[in-house]
Antibody, heavy 120, light 107 residues
Framework: QVQLQESGPGLVKPSQTLSLTCTVS??????????WSWIRQHPGKGLEWIGY???????YYNPSLKSRVTISVDTSKNQFSLKLSSVTAADTAVYYC????????????WGQGTLVTVSS | DIQMTQSPSTLSASVGDRVTITCRAS??????LAWYQQKPGKAPKLLIY???SLESGVPSRFSGSGSGTEFTLTISSLQPDDFATYYC?????????FGQGTKVEIK
């Protein structure tokens, strides 16, 4: 059973960089057929796809966030990470990591989510 | 970018009701459409992928249909555990977009 777990600071100051890591267990991040993804949900709102990385290192980002987002992968640790720069209060959200099953075109495994608040 | 529009935004229904939620894409996405159920404080759960394929372990009262730009999620007989928010999601040209959600409430 694949499991994903987000970790990182729950509070980030405005203008700083938000950094989160997702640890994958029960399966190898180096397996083909999956995009390792970040998704966020503003309080009381809908879901917003942030971007994904393939195990090879190829990335694709939501155009609305592209200038501030970097997603990286560490296959040796079975982890992938999110960095979001120049954050504002509008970046306060629950951040989820998820596995995108490419043949299905859907996110089949999700982390539990972590709330990140941007505040001074 | 492809926009996904769900309707209704909120739906009030009773246990045993047949419930249908619609999702429209701003351009054709073939069958690259998934449905999720989300309960408060929890991560979304995949129900349907590729418009009509039932994810393993999901009850058969959930079904999906459609292709191109119009899709539906149907719950054949609403159960107490089904009161939640439902999202559609499309995958096209390496980009992924969610609908705004439909909250299914107790009538």
């Amino acid at each position: 059973q694949v499991q994903l777990q987000e970790s990182g600071p729950g509070l980030v100051k405005p203008s700083q960089t938000l950094s989160l890591t997702c640890t994958v267990s029960g399966g190898s991040i180096s397996s083909g057929g999956y995009y390792w993804s970040w998704i966020r949900q503003h309080p009381g709102k809908g879901l917003e796809w942030i971007g994904y990385i393939y195990y090879s290192g190829s990335t694709y980002y939501n155009p609305s966030l592209k200038s501030r987002v970097t997603i990286s992968v560490d296959t040796s640790k079975n982890q992938f990470s999110l960095k979001l720069s120049s954050v504002t209060a509008a970046d306060t959200a629950v951040y989820y990591c998820a596995r995108a099953n490419i043949p299905q075109g859907a996110f089949d495994y999700w982390g539990q989510g972590t709330l990140v608040t941007v505040s001074s | 970018d492809i926009q996904m529009t769900q309707s209704p935004s909120t739906l009030s229904a009773s246990v045993g009701d047949r419930v249908t939620i619609t999702c429209r894409a701003s351009q054709s996405i073939s069958s690259w459409l998934a449905w999720y159920q989300q309960k408060p404080g929890k991560a979304p759960k995949l129900l349907i992928y590729k418009a009509s394929s039932l994810e393993s372990g999901v009850p058969s009262r959930f079904s999906g249909s459609g292709s191109g730009t119009e899709f539906t999620l149907t719950i054949s007989s609403l159960q107490p555990d089904d009161f939640a928010t439902y999202y559609c999601q499309q995958y096209n040209s390496y980009l992924w977009t969610f609908g705004q959600g439909t909250k299914v409430e107790i009538k």
